[in-house]
């Protein structure tokens, strides 16, 4: 009997030991985590941040675009004084951080752009809801829908170049 209960407990442990094996996760399984491009996606808000719904329509085509192209997107609002001046101090700090890609949407950061863009010439800026074209400087005007395929189309466009 006691020789029975010993082959017991070592069938019971040699199948939980099989068991835990084949259900163990694999080494060689996807990262959970997205793994980005080197290339960012910016955009730069007044002081509404992405409270503004203009602001929020490009933030969510930006970010729709970043799940397809794994495009790193990020925001700044503008803080402070409601200035082109300070405007253009944020939009210094995107063009420092491997931002291929530029959208400006608020009265400040619209007017900051054309300041700015002719300094950074391989960057592509573009200004929503106001502001005029350049050399490098697209302007996206209409309402939220336009707003939101200009953010998904300035990242799907940031991603062509990376």
Not at 44 to 59: F, I, P, Q, R
Request: net charge neutral.
């Amino acid at each position: 009997m006691k020789r029975e209960r010993v082959w017991v407990i070592a069938a019971v442990v040699v199948v939980i030991a099989a068991v835990t094996w084949i259900v163990w996760p694999s080494s060689d399984a996807e990262p959970r985590s997205r793994q980005y491009k080197e290339t960012a996606a910016c955009l730069l808000t007044d002081d509404k941040g992405l409270n503004d719904a203009g602001a929020a329509a490009v933030w969510a085509g930006m970010q729709k675009a970043s799940e397809q192209t794994l495009v790193r997107v990020q925001y700044l609002t503008v803080t402070g004084a409601q200035t082109t001046a300070n405007a253009e101090t944020f939009l210094g700090t995107f063009t420092q951080s491997k931002c291929a890609v530029i959208l400006a949407i608020g009265t400040a950061p619209t007017q900051a752009v054309p300041q700015v863009a002719p300094r950074f010439p391989n960057i592509r800026f573009v200004t929503v809801g106001g502001g005029a074209a350049g050399a490098n400087v697209s302007a996206v005007t209409g309402d939220a829908a336009a707003f939101q395929q200009g953010g998904h189309d300035a990242v799907v466009a940031a991603a062509a170049q990376s």
